[in-house]
Nanobody, 119 residues
Framework: QVQLVESGGGLVQPGGSLRLSCAAS????????MAWYRQISGKQRELVAS???????NYDDSVKGRFTVSRDNTKKMVLLQMNSLKPEDTAVYYC?????????????WGQGTQVTVSS
């Protein structure tokens, strides 16, 4: 069984920075994608950034140039460095893992971490 635990959220002023971490436990297969999503209350969860096990990266247009996603496969971690934060970045941020085995793909979610950008 895979578990994902996020950390690093909090309150930051506009223009500030935060780094989110997501640590995975359990069996992670060689073919996988780790991603960060965010959700504002009452709205759908949306993709922020994703990174595959072979290093392909994708960002939502709203965070390009401000956020950087990276991963450490030996530590089973994915990181999200968030710079130049804006009030509209305020949301609960979730870590997601798509774990692909010979039998198919299984998706896991973390519990979420709150990011609040406010003066």
């Amino acid at each position: 069984q895979v578990q994902l635990v996020e950390s690093g959220g909090g309150l930051v002023q506009p223009g500030g920075s935060l780094r989110l971490s997501c640590a995975a436990s359990g069996t992670i297969f060689n073919l996988n994608t780790m991603a960060w999503y965010r959700q504002i209350s009452g709205k759908q969860r949306e993709l922020v950034a994703s990174i595959t096990s072979y290093g392909r990266i994708n960002y939502d247009d709203s965070v390009k140039g401000r956020f950087t996603v990276s991963r450490d496969n030996t530590k089973k971690m994915v990181l999200l460095q968030m710079n130049s934060l804006k009030p509209e970045d305020t949301a609960v941020y979730y870590c997601k893992l798509d774990n692909t085995s010979p039998f198919g793909k299984t998706t896991y979610w973390g519990q979420g971490t709150q990011v609040t950008v406010s003066s």
